[in-house]
């Protein structure tokens, strides 16, 4: 089946580590997204990718780095410079390079900061 | 005050009833989405409209863009039904693909 498939679904982390959420697709997208879900906020873009080898900042890219080496994957780095990591990342992708595809969404990883 | 907003934050129904959820957005857009949500977090794209109405199932989606509006129906509902309901509305053109979420509508339908 075609999916998105992010791991781990739960992490713990202490404070100083870099910790790194994997997303990969089989759906032949082109557009990648990484989004942060906190309680009572909606989803806010981290990262966003279009291409193989390009990615831009989404609204809130501070203490977070991706890489896009293939089209179906696009890991998220949380490093060590996020000041308040603990939160539900999500990770989408859409086909084609146009704003008109709809979006397909991994089950999510929780991330928790001990 | 929010781009996106959704009423109510959350509702409980009891099962077989008609629900309604309600999205106000302030901005022009070129699409909205409807999502569900979860208890475990992942994430279902139920509608994508840019006008009129869509139906899928016991789902009904209406978006009124003059009065910068959308519903989401559900007709006879079930507790699987339990959920949260998230609005998205593309905001624009260009590639940039970015959507405004709003905060969601919890959702409990009981038996």
């Known amino acids: 089946d075609g999916g998105i498939t992010q791991s781990p679904k739960y992490l713990f982390r202490k404070e100083g580590q870099n910790v790194t959420l994997s997303c990969e697709q089989n759906l032949n997208h082109d557009a990648m997204y990484w989004y942060r879900q906190d309680p009572g906020q909606g989803l806010r873009l981290i990262y966003y990718?279009?291409?193989?080898?390009?990615?831009q900042k989404g609204d809130i890219a501070e203490g977070y780095s991706v890489s896009r080496e293939k089209k179906e994957s696009f890991p998220l780095t949380v490093t060590s410079a996020q000041k308040n990591p603990t939160a539900f990342y999500l990770c989408a992708s859409r086909i084609g390079l146009t704003n008109t595809g709809e979006l397909f969404f991994g089950e999510g990883s929780r991330l928790t900061v001990l | 005050k929010n781009e996106v907003e959704q009423s109510p934050q959350n509702l409980t129904a009891q099962e077989g009833e008609f629900i309604t959820i309600n999205c106000s957005y302030s901005?022009?857009?070129?699409?909205l989405h409807w999502l569900q949500q979860h208890p475990g977090g992942g994430i279902v794209s139920l509608f994508m409209l840019s006008s009129g109405k869509k139906k899928h199932g016991r789902l009904i989606a209406t978006i009124n863009i003059q009065e910068k509006h959308s519903s989401l129906h559900i007709t006879a509902s079930h507790p699987r039904d339990s959920a949260v309901y998230i609005c998205a509305v593309r905001s624009g053109g260009g590639s940039q693909g970015n959507l405004i979420f709003g905060k969601g509508t919890k959702l409990s339908v009981k038996p």
């Open positions: 901005v022009g857009i070129s699409a």
């Open positions: 990718s279009q291409i193989v080898n390009d990615f």
